[in-house]
T-cell receptor
Framework: GAGVSQSPSNKVTEKGKDVELRCDPI?????LYWYRQRLGQGLEFLIY????????KSGLPSDRFSAERTGESVSTLTIQRTQQEDSAVYLC??????????????FGPGTRLTVL | AQKITQTQPGMFVQEKEAVTLDCTYD???????LFWYKQPSSGEMIFLIY??????QNATEGRYSLNFQKARKSANLVISASQLGDSAMYFC??????????????FGAGTQVVVTP
């Protein structure tokens, strides 16, 4: 497809379970980003991958959160031992250039995570 | 500290009218970019318009224009001739040119716009 895709679109899980969220960036985009959006709020940066560089993990809220990316393709965001406060929409974005202020990020539809 | 401030939680606008959404930002970096995104009820973030800190002219994209006042650190979005399909949440975001801020966009809290017939 032409845009960023994410799966699943919705995920309901029980507290304490692990979840994996997937993101397929736009083909050819070297940069990939994960954000979290709690209900009624703006987006919070989580992690950023750029090519083969070490990822910027500065936004990950705890060590229960981790993410991987294979080359310049798919990324998975893993949340271990989920808590109710992890309930949110997780949005993935990708961009085509080597970073810099003008590099526009294009977003996927998000994964809505609900932790019961 | 809040980097992006959107002071209008919600606005009503009549169809065909223009609306201005406020955004102020805080940065000490001379190189930065400002973005506006639209988020309809479907949830997807749609890129609308970009303004670079060194751009001499205000950005325009169709019915969207950005009123960039660098000295005031404001980047207000103007939507002309509002349409019912413009009803959505609008987010202002900034990306700083500092190396350790390279990737992240910092978002404001958003402004909910409702266009009425």
């Amino acid at each position: 497809g032409a845009g960023v895709s994410q799966s699943p679109s919705n995920k309901v899980t029980e507290k304490g379970k692990d979840v994996e969220l997937r993101c397929d960036p736009i083909s050819g985009h070297t940069a990939l980003y994960w954000y979290r959006q709690r209900l009624g709020q703006g987006l919070e940066f989580l992690i950023y991958f750029q090519g083969n560089s070490a990822p910027d993990k500065s936004g990950l809220p705890s060590d229960r959160f981790s993410a991987e990316r294979t080359g310049e393709s798919v990324s998975t965001l893993t949340i271990q031992r989920t808590q109710q406060e992890d309930s949110a929409v997780y949005l993935c974005a990708s961009s085509s250039r080597e970073g810099g202020p003008s590099d526009t990020q294009y977003f996927g539809p998000g994964t809505r995570l609900t932790v019961l | 500290a809040q980097k992006i401030t959107q002071t209008q939680p919600g606005m009503f606008v009549q169809e065909k009218e223009a609306v201005t959404l406020d955004c102020t930002y805080d940065t000490s970096d001379p190189s930065y970019g400002l973005f506006w995104y639209k988020q309809p009820s479907s949830g997807e973030m749609i890129f609308l318009i970009y303004q670079g800190s060194y751009d001499q002219q205000n950005a325009t994209e169709g019915r969207y224009s950005l009123n960039f006042q660098k000295a005031r650190k404001s980047a207000n979005l103007v939507i002309s001739a509002s349409q019912l399909g413009d009803s959505a949440m609008y987010f202002c975001a900034m990306r700083e040119g500092l190396a350790d801020s390279w990737g992240k966009l910092q978002f404001g809290a958003g402004t909910q716009v409702v266009v009425t017939p």
